[in-house]
């Protein structure tokens, strides 16, 4: 079960920072989640949405745009998409809320 968020800018500005900080690995695998999924006829993403084929082809050649125009792209996917864990703890990056690719909203951060 997830929750709805609303991207306010200091979420926003807080998920930019922390997208800077991700290692190029993740961001990567990020970027090609987004780029290799459809959402269901209802604008979910579910697991079967995900084209693995297109996924690996993404990874493995490893063209990607420069990074701040994939942390762009990431954001914009993720504040349409708008979704959080149960409690709102933390902020889906990605299509399908990985937890490694989540924004951890720590009040004390």
Known sequence: M???VI??????SLARMRLEN???????????????STPDEYGCY?????????????METKVFP??????DIVLEKACELSEASNGAWEIYLCPYGCSTHNLKLNLAD
């Open 2 to 4: 997830s929750w709805q």
């Open 7 to 12: 991207w306010t800018p200091e979420i926003r």
């Open 22 to 36: 991700f290692s190029d690995n993740i961001l990567h695998e990020i970027y090609a989640e987004w780029m290799a």
């Open 46 to 58: 579910q697991l079967s949405g995900l084209n693995l084929d297109e996924y690996d082809y993404i």
């Open 66 to 71: 420069p990074r701040d125009v994939m942390i």
